[in-house]
């Protein structure tokens, strides 16, 4: 039997114990609405205004600029509709090949209202064109309603120059969104020091209760509802809130920003060298994709050579190791990453990828597993191979 090693961290985190003891006493004796002026609402609505501050201190923001929405997803979805909004004479959005569904997508969408969508090129280690978006800016700045660039893939974990992205298109009045969710509480952010328009986050990525994201808005940005029915939020979303997962947020965001030291990110640094390293010299035909690029300590995506990326899935799952092979929104449709594809990688049965994602709870025991099941798996499907061409 194998203990069961999850690196798939990417696609979401174990609650903190703290984060669930907070969630389930808010459940029993935190359920009053908050909307209601009596002492129990009250009681309730306190603990949230306290939660907003914590996710507020993690990003360095007043607690007004945060809005409360039911994931990541929705927040980017609330972040490209208050741009539009606020500038409503612009029909040109920017963005890159390597977005997440929560903004491509809904870009996509726009198309049909009229909207032109600028996908900027990107090296083949994922980094976007700085030249490509300066020269964009410069000759069509007028007509960009918004740039929304992740800060941090969450398929190869390459880290976008976002503070130069932001420099430039503040330029030229550009509004820039970011979609922080696979960087918010993994690596600090002062949204002072890199000042985005907007940046959007959930807090199941670090440990937090699924169910609950946020949206940081700069002042001076009215946020344009996409929930309406009710004054929650400031009037930015309506509906009841969520109280249970937004005091596990805010006691998420807490834990993050103490365990947010140069040492300890550091040490997670050298945890996944050590595991690329270790694998690359067990099979050294293996390829550590955008190994060129500054990369967050979050992840490996490894390409394997003659071998479908959901077969080395099932036979890593077999030996007690959980991994994904990109996206979790996208790779159970059995269907190729267009990440990957825009690094220039095709999963068509010459190389396949597996993308290993690590949470501040992984350790050397679980990438040490996770090396010998790899190693296992292409001994396995070498062994097939021979055999079915013999």
Same mark, same amino acid.
């Given at each position: 039997?194998?203990?069961? %090693?999850?690196?798939?961290?990417?696609?979401?985190?174990?609650?903190?114990?703290?984060? =669930?003891?907070?969630?389930?006493?808010?459940?029993?004796?935190?359920?009053?609405?908050? =909307?209601? *002026?009596?002492? #129990? @609402?009250?009681?309730?609505?306190? $603990?949230?205004?306290?939660?907003?501050?914590?996710?507020?201190?993690?990003?360095?923001?007043?607690?007004?600029? *945060?809005? !409360?929405?039911?994931?990541?997803?929705?927040?980017?979805?609330?972040?490209?509709?208050?741009? *539009?909004?606020?500038?409503?004479?612009?029909?040109? #959005?920017?963005?890159?090949?390597?977005?997440?569904?929560?903004?491509?997508?809904?870009?996509?969408?726009?198309?049909?209202?009229?909207?032109?969508?600028?996908?900027?090129?990107?090296?083949?280690?994922?980094? %976007?064109?700085?030249? $490509?978006?300066?020269?964009?800016?410069?000759?069509?700045?007028?007509?960009?309603?918004?740039?929304?660039?992740?800060?941090?893939?969450?398929?190869?974990?390459?880290?976008?120059?976002?503070?130069? %992205?932001?420099?430039?298109?503040?330029?030229?009045?550009?509004?820039?969104?970011?979609?922080?969710?696979?960087?918010?509480?993994?690596?600090?952010?002062?949204?002072?020091?890199?000042?985005?328009?907007?940046?959007?986050?959930?807090?199941?990525? !670090?440990?937090?209760?699924?169910?609950?994201?946020?949206?940081?808005?700069?002042? @001076?940005?009215?946020?344009?509802?996409?929930?309406?029915?009710?004054?929650?939020?400031?009037?930015?979303?309506? @509906?009841?809130?969520?109280?249970?997962? *937004?005091?596990?947020?805010?006691?998420?965001? &807490?834990?993050?920003?103490?365990?947010?030291?140069?040492?300890? #990110?550091?040490?997670? &640094?050298?945890?996944?060298?050590?595991? &690329?390293?270790?694998?690359?010299?067990?099979?050294?035909?293996? +390829?550590?994709?955008?190994?060129?690029?500054?990369?967050?300590?979050?992840?490996?995506? %490894?390409?394997?050579?003659?071998?479908? @990326?959901?077969?080395?899935?099932?036979?890593?799952?077999?030996?007690?190791?959980?991994?994904?092979?990109?996206?979790?929104?996208?790779?159970?449709?059995?269907?190729?990453?267009?990440?990957?594809?825009?690094?220039?990688?095709?999963?068509?049965?010459?190389?396949?990828?597996?993308? !290993?994602? !690590?949470?501040?709870?992984?350790?050397?025991?679980?990438?040490?597993?996770?090396?010998?099941?790899?190693?296992? =798996?292409?001994?396995?499907?070498?062994?097939?191979?021979?055999? =079915? +061409?013999?």
């Amino acid at each position: 039997m194998y203990t069961l %090693i999850y690196l798939d961290n990417n696609a979401t985190t174990a609650p903190l114990p703290s984060v =669930s003891k907070i969630v389930l006493h808010a459940m029993e004796s935190l359920w009053g609405n908050p =909307s209601s *002026i009596h002492r #129990i @609402g009250q009681e309730a609505r306190h $603990q949230m205004d306290m939660a907003r501050e914590s996710v507020a201190d993690l990003i360095n923001c007043s607690a007004s600029r *945060i809005t !409360f929405t039911s994931g990541g997803t929705e927040a980017a979805n609330l972040a490209l509709k208050t741009a *539009i909004e606020k500038c409503p004479n612009r029909k040109l #959005i920017v963005t890159s090949r390597l977005e997440h569904a929560a903004v491509g997508e809904a870009l996509d969408l726009l198309v049909n209202d009229g909207y032109e969508i600028v996908r900027l090129d990107n090296c083949r280690d994922g980094i %976007i064109c700085v030249q $490509q978006l300066e020269q964009l800016l410069q000759e069509r700045g007028n007509e960009i309603a918004l740039v929304s660039v992740m800060w941090c893939n969450n398929e190869t974990g390459v880290v976008e120059p976002v503070a130069q %992205i932001v420099s430039l298109c503040h330029e030229h009045d550009v509004l820039v969104h970011s979609d922080g969710t696979q960087w918010v509480a993994k690596m600090p952010v002062d949204v002072q020091d890199v000042p985005v328009d907007m940046l959007s986050f959930a807090a199941h990525k !670090f440990h937090g209760p699924k169910g609950v994201g946020a949206l940081y808005t700069r002042d @001076g940005i009215k946020v344009a509802p996409l929930v309406t029915g009710g004054p929650q939020e400031r009037g930015r979303r309506g @509906g009841t809130e969520n109280v249970p997962a *937004i005091l596990g947020f805010g006691v998420a965001a &807490e834990e993050a920003v103490a365990w947010l030291t140069e040492h300890n #990110i550091k040490n997670m &640094e050298n945890l996944r060298d050590a595991f &690329e390293d270790a694998l690359v010299a067990r099979v050294p035909a293996i +390829q550590i994709n955008s190994s060129g690029a500054d990369r967050a300590w979050t992840t490996s995506s %490894i390409s394997f050579p003659d071998v479908k @990326g959901e077969l080395m899935l099932l036979m890593l799952s077999e030996r007690g190791v959980c991994a994904s092979s990109g996206s979790a929104c996208s790779s159970g449709a059995l269907k190729e990453s267009k990440v990957i594809e825009a690094l220039g990688i095709s999963d068509d049965g010459e190389w396949g990828t597996v993308r !290993f994602s !690590f949470a501040r709870t992984t350790t050397q025991d679980d990438l040490n597993q996770a090396i010998e099941a790899v190693c296992g =798996s292409m001994r396995a499907i070498s062994q097939v191979l021979e055999s =079915s +061409q013999g």
